[in-house]
T-cell receptor, first 115, second 117 residues
Framework: AQSVAQPEDQVNVAEGNPLTVKCTYSVSGNPYLFWYVQYPNRGLQFLLKYITGDNLVKGSYGFEAEFNKSQTSFHLKKPSALVSDSALYFCAVRPRISGNTPLVFGKGTRLSVIA | GAVVSQHPSRVICKSGTSVKIECRSLDFQATTMFWYRQFPKQSLMLMATSNEGSKATYEQGVEKDKFLINHASLTLSTLTVTSAHPEDSSFYIC?????????????FGPGTRLTVL
């Protein structure tokens, strides 16, 4: 069965410090990998995705994520956190198969950036 | 990025009534739409997947007669919660994806908060 693990419910970081939100997955083959962010009472906003190529993917708002095939991880990172980055972050995967396969989401990690 | 709208953003209804939620892709053709449900402080739970002009495919445990999904056009899908009860209160989020394969990202609507009294 496909699954996505976000081991931390909550991540706290001081403004200006680097942040990491962890994600590991268990999906057969090499899935497509995504990160989304959700602000209170809002839908999800796309941050970035890994399809192929360079393992370091750069996305919106200064976020980046590193794909590690051997560790089946896709951790989200940002060199310098902002208070406005405080939100709920979801890692998601989709198998590389044809058809209308939906995204499989992790449970989410709440990021709190403290001024 | 592409825009997906949902209407209404918030609805309060009495138990036993039906509520319809609309999801529109504003600037692209959504060949596939997904409906999710999100409980407080939890992840998104996929309810169903629909293709334009076809019957929706429901996830296990989701009652298709209670959650009616219609995807009549490439830009509109509706979710109708029939005979709503308080346990149906939740945050419902639609998502749309255009043609082009599984590598395409899904675009999400802003969500609809349903409260059943």
């Amino acid at each position: 069965a496909q699954s996505v693990a976000q081991p931390e419910d909550q991540v706290n970081v001081a403004e200006g410090n680097p942040l990491t939100v962890k994600c590991t997955y268990s999906v057969s083959g090499n899935p497509y990998l995504f990160w989304y962010v959700q602000y209170p009472n809002r839908g999800l906003q796309f941050l970035l995705k890994y399809i192929t190529g360079d393992n370091l993917v750069k996305g919106s708002y200064g976020f980046e994520a590193e794909f590690n095939k051997s560790q089946t991880s896709f951790h989200l990172k940002k060199p310098s956190a902002l208070v406005s980055d405080s939100a709920l972050y979801f890692c998601a995967v989709r198998p590389r198969i044809s058809g209308n396969t939906p995204l499989v989401f992790g449970k989410g990690t709440r990021l709190s950036v403290i001024a | 990025g592409a825009v997906v709208s949902q209407h209404p953003s918030r609805v309060i209804c009495k138990s036993g009534t039906s509520v319809k939620i609309e999801c529109r892709s504003l600037d692209f053709q959504a060949t596939t739409m997904f409906w999710y449900r999100q409980f407080p402080k939890q992840s998104l739970m996929l309810m169903a997947t629909s293709n334009e002009g076809s019957k929706a495919t429901y996830e296990q445990g989701v009652e298709k007669d209670k959650f009616l999904i219609n995807h009549a056009s490439l830009t509109l899908s509706t979710l109708t919660v029939t005979s709503a009860h308080p346990e149906d209160s939740s945050f419902y989020i639609c998502s749309a994806r255009g043609a082009g394969g599984a590598s395409n990202e899904q675009f999400f609507g802003p969500g609809t908060r349903l409260t059943v009294l």
